[in-house]
DNA sequence: ACTTTCATGGAAGATATGTTCCATATTTGG
DNA sequence: CCAAATATGGAACATATCTTCCATGAAAGT
């Protein structure tokens, strides 16, 4: 018998399932994935759903509530069900709630940057031109060599980007000022270049997009303005209006685009090699 | 028969229990009150468990419920389970779909990313727990310095947050793998480390945070799951489940969290600054 | 290659929970 | 004060859910 007895707390468990996980059976340790990953389910789901949603049999679950040392999933399930009550299950209460929670305004920040985030996405959503996407889409797509560059708040989107390609097997070139080498000369006629740029516009991302330009790449932009200094370069402007919060910027939007932009040209270039080869 | 169909949503309901209190039953009016005042636990308790909380039988609870429109207890417990549960929606088969349907429109593509966005962040509304987030805060604005450790995917989180420090004038220093230079000797004990993971653990990042905790410096984490690698080196771990659109995170929760972080940390560092002064 | 041990999936059995029914109590209207 | 209507409590019934068991399949060690 399992001299272990079953932990009285969440805490208690999580560290059991840390302890236990890498020993486990296949089956098990797919349970403890899920488990983990999603904790707060466990309290409003039968057996047979967080079997499901883990990929295992009902009874696989089983054993793997009893090797962490309860009698059961009955039991697991108590231990969350106690601690439940500090998530409330609706949306717009919970972000009211989050507002005014007077334990301090940092609780309320958030809400007020996670709105941020939800007006921009939906403002994407109704403001991006298809054509636009589409075209830039193939752009990138032809390109032998992706550039990219962004500085100061769109060096994060840059550096997604770079990783996103990278991850999709599209080549590509992070274009930062790590010891001020002017890496202009490294754009070459077969080339795109993906510059990133709000307002105040950096001077550095608007003269690499112009290098683009001059050497014969494709050039495309994200920006936040039709009338930004992208626009004599190039007609490949994605536009994103982020709701901004004091000063910053939500980037939600940004990302999203730049997201669906790296997977797009990925299956493209897929495509553009199979269909050659 | 009763002509008034089951509410749809928990809002619904609510409006519903309204309009109807006055008019009930004695026992049917104890129950709408318990339900009004505790509506969180109807997702986790039996009816037997509801109705001795409500000082009822349970048959009077089950009457409730019908009155409202339900056919039943559990039919009203669903809709609070569902509300609870965020059903992501199955985004790996979504995106093969789309890759199938050769027209596969680069705008639905968008459009997927941009729900997986909303979804992630209305699910860090519901689901981040404020004491935590104060908690970090008051860690992060204590130190001298923040140390800032991101790969891969993470790492455009990361520079995003060395920005935002660096806008609201808090000290910090952004970990790269640059020239594999080793910078873990660069913590100390009067400062702090954000590390920022999410599954695969980048094992860099992992050790970045050992590292700090060794030096006697505060740790905070950002990461996906309670019981990761990172939840022996501190209890400050920032949750956030993002919606996975065929392996690419939306990483909107994430950003939102992160510049909420960065600006509550700039104001309390401020603060500080001129209390002391 | 064989045996032993362990993991797995499915289905049958046990238990808890939801639901209905009806006799009794309470209220309402004449 | 009485009769009709309605509300109530408890127990019986139905169902969903948990739990166990065992035959099968996979892995590890000899």
New binding site residues.
């Given amino acids: 018998m399992d001299a272990t007895s079953a932990p009285a707390t969440i805490e208690e468990l999580l560290d059991r399932i840390l302890a236990l996980s890498d020993g486990l059976?296949?089956?098990?340790k797919q349970c403890a994935d899920y488990v983990t990953a999603n904790p707060d389910r466990v309290a409003v789901s039968?057996?047979?759903e967080m079997a499901e949603a883990a990929g295992?049999?009902?009874?696989?679950f089983?054993?793997f509530?009893?090797v962490l040392g309860f009698?059961?999933?009955?039991?697991m399930?108590r231990l969350f069900r106690n601690a439940y009550t500090q998530h409330w299950p609706d949306y717009a209460t919970r972000l009211e709630k989050l507002r005014q929670s007077s334990g301090g305004s940092s609780s309320a920040l958030l809400a007020e940057f996670i709105e941020a985030g939800r007006l921009s996405l939906e403002n994407l959503a109704k403001t991006i031109d298809p054509q636009t996407f589409d075209a830039a889409i193939r752009t990138l797509s032809r390109a032998k060599m992706v550039h990219i560059a962004g500085m100061r708040r769109a060096f994060s989107v840059a550096s997604y980007l770079a990783y996103a390609f990278e991850k999709m097997g599209v080549p590509c070139m992070l274009h930062d000022s790590v010891g001020n080498l002017d890496s202009r000369r490294a754009i070459r006629k077969d080339d795109a270049v993906i510059a990133i740029t709000f307002t105040p516009y950096s001077s550095e991302t608007v003269e690499l997009a112009e290098a683009g330009r001059r050497a014969g790449a494709g050039v495309v932009a994200i920006t936040d303005s039709l009338a930004g200094p992208l626009r004599p370069v190039t007609p490949l402007l994605l536009t994103v209006q982020e709701a901004d919060f004091g000063n910053f910027r939500s980037l939600s939007a940004t990302l999203s685009l730049s997201m669906a932009l790296a997977v797009a040209v990925g299956m493209a270039v897929k495509k553009r090699r199979n269909g050659i080869s």
Avoid at 56 to 60: E, G, K, R, T, W
């Fill in positions: 059976p296949k089956r098990l039968t057996v047979a295992v049999q009902p009874s696989a089983m054993r509530c009893q009698s059961g999933y009955s039991q399930q």
